[in-house]
């Protein structure tokens, strides 16, 4: 069982610093919605994300909507094997349940993430929803309550290694509950200090990958090995 955490992902409301900007006005005209109810994106956003701290790297959704497509779909996931968590800038937590189908359209990704940042949990009145967020859990609190036996970060300046190899040198790696953090935004680094509390920080390639093809190799090369 491994538990993969797209970690400090960009996605979030639109910050109230520039709900008045034109751009955010006008998107969010154009959808029928106030600028305070819409994503944070900066394929429209571009101009009013200069007036933002980290402006360069936020508004990101699409990283999110990716890496769950590529999660969920994947053939470790559907055997039941992958527990899939996204981390937000912000310190909100969304958990998804394994059967969770996340729609490839990214207009109405953008949509489910809106309504889910209203109500917290989707579908709102469930008692058992396909996606549930949890406010102002910073990533090593996040870390603390899942309890893993061994967490393991993605990072381009972490040690070099072959992924296969890698996974095959955990004992007893298919009984293990590990956890695998992956950088949700386009570029830099962690804002948090991972390395306090990763046991390993490791690099699967010699340049920056995708999120999605970080977790595509991790979850493809963990099913050969447990499935």
């Not at 955990?170 to 680094?189: A, V």
Request: charged letters at 30%.
């Amino acid at each position: 069982m491994i538990t993969v955490v797209l970690a400090e992902s960009e996605l979030e409301l639109v910050p109230s610093k520039i709900w008045s900007h034109p751009v955010v006005v006008a998107s969010a005209k154009r959808r029928g919605r106030e600028s305070k109810n819409i994503l944070l994106d900066s394929n429209y956003h571009h101009t009013a994300l200069r007036y933002l701290e980290d402006g360069y790297r936020r508004g990101r959704p699409d990283i999110v909507h990716i890496f769950l497509l590529v999660t969920l779909e994947s053939i470790a996931n559907k055997k039941g094997m992958v527990k899939t968590i996204v981390h937000t800038r912000n310190d909100d937590v969304i958990y998804v349940r394994r059967d969770a189908k996340i729609m490839r359209s990214y207009n109405r990704f953008v949509g489910l993430m809106e309504q889910l940042f209203r109500v917290e949990r989707v579908p709102e009145d469930s008692e058992n929803p396909l996606l549930w967020m949890e406010r102002e859990v910073p990533l090593e609190k996040l870390v603390e309550k899942e309890k893993p036996d061994r967490v393991v970060t993605f990072s381009p300046d972490g040690r070099r290694v072959n992924p296969r190899k890698y996974l095959e040198s955990i004992d007893e790696l298919c009984k293990k509950n590990l956890m695998f953090l992956i950088g949700g935004f386009p570029k830099g680094d962690f804002k948090t200090d991972v390395k306090k509390f990763s046991d390993d920080v490791i690099s699967i390639y010699d340049e920056p990958l995708t999120a999605w093809t970080v977790a595509g190799e991790l979850l493809s090369i963990y099913n050969l090995l447990c499935g």
